[in-house]
């Protein structure tokens, strides 16, 4: 087989119609370098407010307008940086481009770093009177938080400190992103066709679930022992970043790093170890999940590459990237016209990156640009997964779309609790679209596995990584030095644990922390669970309640960051401060996994 049909497509080799329209943030990159050299500029004018903001409401309004301003330009510098480097990580152009607005933005946090001291330092009685001016309005919610947090910010020196700082402790995130996308290699492989290929995370997603228990075998050897081999550098990386997290919720005197990330969202602890205590106290139907597979599989034993296999082997969806469009437009739909009009806007105006291709930042995700539009990256492969990534990331995109086009600067962006319940809505809801529209039993079945599957990876495995993190953040604060084999041994005992005895958890796996891009995002993770759990409970709102329930969904959308998450999802109907969410989700897990165990009966 010819070299030219087996290697992944070069960027220009992508047809324009598949690519996101970067140029809708800047037209070319003169626009940008303008940009970034008036920002150089006005940087010093920020500085000229220093020690003066409790003069007058007027100068408060405007040293925060300016700064609101300049991130607003800068927040597009990065965008533009950033989705032109996604597109080919290789490319060191892109990657000099990101390093120099990285370097901007550190400058920036600098010259803002006096602001929030000086607020903290007024009088209340000031601040109060300040805040009575219309031209604060907009601040309201911004003071309030600001203010609750008052004994975590530093002196305006200490502020500026920690400002300096933060580019050179975003390296440990930086050299893992070039050890996992730039500088890892892959093997070459044999696919079920018997081709030979090289193996790429993207392709790992599709031959992960092949139905040749051979060739998922050699993507996972493959795949994990590539990772093997730099074992000892990516838990350097992960040390540094686990390090660098420490001394910040240290040096801003909280009483652990996971209440420092928490806190930002003003979530309580008890959210996160409730999560671990929910889920722990319900494996039970994992492990039922987990025996079924073996069975269905006919496996003598069960091992880590069988855990993605369909169950219904002879269904296999083959969907165009064009039909994937109209199934989640017609899955959505209980959204309402509202929230479907927008959807369409997003699907062909040029916010959607579809195919991979060689140097293409892998996985996917969505930005939002403040006044412009959100973009979307994916690595479409033709799957029924990719359909739900593409419904998933849409949430994202025009949640962040109804939060800036609604919300100033200030409230624009939501937190990240709320934000993974926009995407699992979607998610949930074209599910439930392709159950109740397919009669075919076995592809039925395949989708009901498929439900089993999103829950199994949301649910079950994103509390795995939370409890992972939990527990090498509290070695590493108690003192104990995050090796390798430390780090493969805790991964270990936590896979036995959730998948339960009849799970052969195999060694290779042991490394698989070490591929997790999102432990770079500290105490991140749990927010799927969450969001999921909430998103479960918003679903089943909009089948049943209609127009009611669209209208407080589309509020939420809206509210971006206006109130605190727990306030705003309650607003929309969701209680996250109990454990019923999750405890919901999980029981229509069990009641899914007996309807799969009674079509299979039927066989």
């Given at each position: 087989?010819s070299e030219?049909?087996?290697?992944l497509p ?8 598949y690519k996101w329209?970067v140029e809708?943030?800047?037209a070319?990159?003169?626009l ?10 006005d ?6 407010y220093?020690?003066?903001l409790s003069q ?5 309004a405007a ?7 300049i991130s607003?330009v ?9 989705l032109?480097r996604d ?10 481009l990101?390093g120099?607005?990285e370097?901007l933005l ?14 903290l330092?007024m009088p209340?009685?000031?601040?109060a009177?300040?805040r009575?001016e ?11 938080n ?10 305006p ?9 933060t580019e ?10 070039m050890?996992a996308?730039?500088?890892m290699?892959f093997?070459d492989?044999t ?12 392709r790992?997603?599709s ?9 998922r075998k050699?993507?996972f050897?493959?795949l994990?022992?590539?990772?093997n081999?730099?074992r000892?550098?990516?838990a350097?990386?992960l040390t540094?970043?686990?390090k660098?997290n ?9 009483a ?8 930002d969202?003003?979530?309580p ?7 671990l ?11 039922r ?7 269905v599989?006919?496996?003598d034993?069960?091992?880590m590459?069988?855990?993605y296999?369909p ?8 969907i165009t990237?064009p039909?994937?469009l ?6 959505l739909a209980?959204l309402?016209?509202?929230y479907t ?10 916010w959607?990156d ?6 293409k930042?892998t996985?996917a ?6 006044g ?8 479409y492969?033709?799957r029924?997964?990719?359909?739900s990534?593409?419904?998933?990331e849409?949430?994202h995109?025009?949640?962040s779309y ?10 624009s962006q ?10 699992t ?6 599910n439930?679209f392709l159950?109740k529209?397919t ?5 039925k ?5 498929q439900y089993?599957e999103?829950?199994r990876?949301t649910?079950?495995?994103q509390t795995?990584f939370?409890?992972?993190e939990?527990g090498?953040?509290?070695?590493s604060?108690?003192g104990?030095t ?5 780090l493969?041994e805790?991964?270990?005992t ?6 339960g ?12 922390w070490?591929r ?6 500290d105490?991140?993770?749990y927010q ?20 009611s329930?669209q ?7 809206k509210s ?12 929309a109907?969701v ?13 229509k897990f069990?009641?899914m996994?007996?309807?799969l165990?009674l079509?299979?009966?039927k066989?």
């Open positions: 087989m030219a049909s087996t290697a070069t960027r220009d080799q992508i047809q324009a119609e329209q809708d943030i800047y070319n990159e003169e940008w370098q303008t940009d970034f050299t008036n920002i150089k500029k940087l010093p004018k920020i500085v000229e220093k020690e003066t007058s409401a007027s100068r408060l040293c925060l307008t300016l700064r609101d301003e607003i800068a927040d597009k510098l990065l965008a533009y940086a950033r032109h597109e080919n990580t290789a490319n060191a152009k892109y990657q000099a990101v120099k607005i370097g550190a400058e920036l946090g600098t010259a803002t770093s006096f602001i929030e001291p000086e607020i330092a209340d009685t000031v601040l009177s300040f009575l219309q031209a604060l309005a907009d601040y309201n919610f911004y003071f309030d600001l203010t609750r947090q008052k004994q975590h910010v530093l002196s020196n200490e502020e500026e400190i920690l400002s300096r700082s050179t402790t975003q390296a440990a995130e930086n050299i893992f992103n050890l996308h730039a500088d290699t093997p492989i696919d079920e066709d018997g081709k030979v290929i090289t193996l790429s995370e993207g790992y997603r031959l992960i679930m092949s139905a040749d228990r051979q060739v050699n993507a050897t493959g994990f022992g590539s990772y081999s730099l000892n550098s990516f350097a990386t540094g970043n686990v660098k420490i001394f910040y919720a240290r040096t801003r005197k909280y652990s790093t996971i209440e420092s990330a928490l806190s969202g003003n979530i602890l008890s959210v996160y170890t409730n999560l205590t929910t889920v722990n106290n319900n494996l039970e139907p994992l492990h999940y987990i025996a079924l597979k073996k069975k599989l006919k496996l034993t069960i091992h590459y069988d855990l296999t169950l219904a082997q002879e269904v296999k969806f083959n990237y039909e994937s109209q199934l989640v437009r017609d899955g209980p309402g016209p509202e009009t927008l959807l369409n806007k997003g699907l062909t105006s040029g959607i579809v195919y991979e291709n060689k140097g930042q996985g995700y969505s930005w939002g640009v403040y412009v539009h959100p973009f979307v990256l994916l690595n492969n033709d029924l997964e990719d359909v990534t593409l419904a998933h849409m949430g995109a025009i949640h109804y939060s800036q086009a609604t919300q100033p600067y200030a409230t939501y937190t990240i609790f709320t934000a993974e319940v926009a995407s809505t979607n998610e949930i809801l074209l439930d159950l529209t009669t075919d039993r076995q592809k079945l395949y989708l009901i596995n089993l999103m829950v990876a649910v079950y495995r795995m939370a409890e992972f939990k090498i953040y509290y070695k604060e108690e104990e995050l090796t390798a084999d430390l493969d805790i991964w270990h936590l896979n036995a644990k959730y998948y005895p009849e799970m052969v958890v195999d060694a290779e796996i042991d490394v698989e070490a997790i891009p999102h432990f770079y995002m105490f991140y993770v799927y669970v969450t969001g999921y759990a909430a998103a479960t409970t918003l679903a089943e709102k909009m089948l049943h309640e209609g127009a329930a209208q407080r969904y589309i509020e939420f959308l971006g960051g206006a109130d605190y998450p727990i306030t705003i999802l309650k607003n109907g209680d996250m401060s109990t454990s019923q969410p999750v405890e919901l989700t999980l029981a069990s009641t996994l007996d309807e165990e079509l299979l009966s066989s």
